[in-house]
């Protein structure tokens, strides 16, 4: 291995590439594409990736949300069309029933679902907007950002079933001057004053938009005399158990409690946030191995390229190799010789392409900074992964480059000085 730190060794390399620039550099440019393109791919994939998780940051994907509908079969002398109407009675019995669920949230809304929107009164600007009676849970199902100095609806706010409310960003700044404070100030909400304890900013994955009204779930059940019913419920699976499986088990343990046939599907909706996501971690999943197979069939395109290349070098080389065996050089020596240039020729184009790679990656994450329109967010490279494609790469270029080595090695020095 002493020839490697040869500078003679060195200057043979250089000559051999020398003489076959354009050649060389063609080979080159082949196998720094396929790295690029490596880089590009997987950073555009890990992009998609983060931005994903992003907009599920702020909430419980093991999550799942139910409302009633109408009955679509008979049961025991009741007519199909029957409309079911979940209570708060059903919290507490799938509360107490169903091991499996962490959290369980009733929701009440108008504004929504054919109901009419409650109307907002600050001084003499009015307008309608969706209001949503809620517990202090839902913040721990869906992280609610409120704004400094404010607060979300907390068990006092239940139990004492008080006037305040937390507004969305787009309420605050149709009714409030640009810095004008509005928590402890007072509004009208459906002809009641209510204080002002929040204002929340809206998230990617929020169902309520930026312009709703948020009041402690007894307070609104007053309000709209609403008793025990409910508009739906959002239900959180602990974290080690299946948000499908608990699903099929809340509709079923429903179905009986409200003499609904068995195989009903249609009496309860349901929306499965964490199949869904698991959905979407498919896609992006398969995206990553589809990711690593072009990239990788790229590599060894190039690689092969290379060797092609050193093949072709070595008939050309032919008269020389017989010249420096018949001077006493080793068969190892010439092997090496032609080995390390496939690794050097391999390791620069890597290494290349991983540089041009990663600056189009900033450069792509710089001019899309956090554009929401986008769903793009922080594309980047892993360091291992990085790191492995270049290893893997040399390494190919080492394997690539024992057929040309060894094709030299085979030439016998008295055949090659008689090549003309």
């Known amino acids: 291995m002493k020839f490697i730190f040869e500078r003679d060794t060195w200057q043979e390399i250089y000559g051999a590439i ?42 419980a994907t093991n999550t799942m949300f ?30 107490s029933k169903v091991t499996a669920i962490e959290y369980i949230t009733p929701r009440n809304v108008t504004g929504q679902w054919g109901t009419p929107p409650g109307q907002f009164v600050k001084g003499s600007k009015s307008g309608a907007f969706k209001i949503f009676g809620d517990y202090p849970t839902i913040d721990k199902v869906s992280k609610k950002k409120i704004f400094d100095g404010g ?36 509004v009208k909400v459906n002809g009641i004053y209510f204080k002002v304890i929040g204002v929340y900013k809206p998230t990617q994955t929020g169902f309520e938009g930026n312009d709703s009204i948020f009041l402690p779930f007894t307070t609104f059940q007053k309000i709209f005399n609403q008793g025990k019913d409910i508009s739906w419920m959002v239900i959180t699976a602990k974290a080690d158990r299946n948000i499908v499986d608990t699903e099929k088990t809340i509709k079923t343990l429903l179905k009986r409690m409200h003499n609904v046939h068995a195989e009903d599907t249609q009496a309860f909706g349901s929306f499965n946030l964490g199949e869904e996501v698991a959905k979407v971690n498919g896609f992006l999943s398969g995206m990553r191995l589809i990711t690593y197979i072009v990239g990788i069939a790229t590599l060894i395109a190039g690689v092969i390229a290379i060797g092609n290349v050193l093949l072709i070098t070595v008939k050309e080389r032919t008269r020389e190799i017989g010249v420096r065996r018949a001077l006493g050089a080793t068969p190892a ?3 090496g010789q032609i080995m390390l240039e496939s690794i050097m020729l391999t390791f620069v184009a890597g290494l290349l392409g991983f540089i041009f790679g990663t600056l189009l990656l900033w450069g792509i994450n710089t001019a899309i900074g956090n554009n929401d329109d986008i769903p793009i967010l922080n594309p980047t490279v892993d360091f291992f992964a990085a790191t492995g494609a270049l290893l893997a790469i040399v390494l190919l270029g080492t394997l690539i480059g024992l057929i040309p080595a060894q094709k030299a090695v085979s030439i016998k020095p008295i055949e090659a000085l008689r090549e003309e």
Do not use: H
């Open 66 to 95: 139910l409302w009633g509908q109408q009955t679509s079969m008979p049961n025991e002398g009741f007519k199909r069309g029957r409309r079911m109407q979940l209570t708060l009675d059903d919290v507490e019995a799938l509360k």
């Open 18 to 59: 020398r003489k076959n620039k354009i050649r060389t550099i063609i080979t080159v440019i082949g196998v720094t594409w396929g790295v690029f393109l490596f880089v590009f791919l997987l950073g555009m994939a890990k992009g998609l990736d983060n931005s994903f998780r992003s907009q599920f940051n702020d909430f």
């Open 151 to 186: 607060r979300f609806i907390n068990e006092e706010d239940i139990k004492y079933e008080r006037k305040v409310c937390v507004i969305g960003e787009d309420i605050y700044k149709q009714f409030y001057e640009k810095d004008e404070d509005p928590i402890g100030g007072y």
């Open 333 to 335: 020596e010439v092997r």
